[in-house]
């Protein structure tokens, strides 16, 4: 007996704020680490583009945002709290945050943190980098990405798919 056992697509949301551009140019290199994944379909979209329906088909969301005051952008924010009644039905879907500075000593971390903790109030499965990549919660930079910077963004999104599909599966 031949059993005919196609696997199903994961869907991977990745959403952003960019005012200057650098936090796009970062969500489009995570979009590539998601997509280097056998069956995953990415969805980049920036925060103005997001609807109920992203939220509701994405098994995971990858967040960003440039720091503000050391916290996430009000627009990346304001997707959370329009959707917040989602949040029953958000439970156990995988989450994952990064963030653009314009200093080092800009509160990349800090922001990453209040994204992770928007993910965790809405019950998401929230991870971190990759143990190969170099940051500790999750991608960042100062300005422009740089190529070390895109390839552990990549390593972040083909992590994240990889969990998706490991726990559709």
């Known amino acids: ?20 551009g650098n936090t796009k140019k970062l969500a489009k290199e995570i979009a590539k680490g998601v997509k280097s994944v056998k069956n995953m379909e990415c969805h980049l979209k920036s925060t103005s583009d997001i609807k109920k329906e992203d939220f509701l088909t994405a098994d995971a969301i990858i967040a ?22 989602l949040r029953k039905k958000m439970g156990d879907k995988v989450g994952a945050a990064f963030s653009t500075s314009g200093d080092e000593l800009g509160g990349n971390e800090t922001t990453i943190i209040s994204i992770l903790q928007a993910m965790l109030i809405y019950g998401m499965i929230v991870i971190g980098d990759p143990l190969n990549a170099t940051g500790h919660y999750s991608i960042s930079c100062v300005g422009t990405p740089n190529k ?13 798919a990889i969990l998706v599909k490991k ?3």
């Open 1 to 20: 007996m031949v059993v005919n056992m196609q696997l199903s697509v994961c869907n991977v949301l990745v959403m952003y704020h960019s005012k200057t």
């Open 64 to 85: 960003g945002s440039p720091v503000y005051f050391g916290t996430m952008a009000s627009e990346l924010k304001q997707v959370f709290d329009r959707y917040v009644g």
């Open 148 to 160: 070390k910077t895109s390839e552990n963004a990549k390593k972040l999104g083909k992590r994240v």
């Open 167 to 169: 726990l559709k599966s």
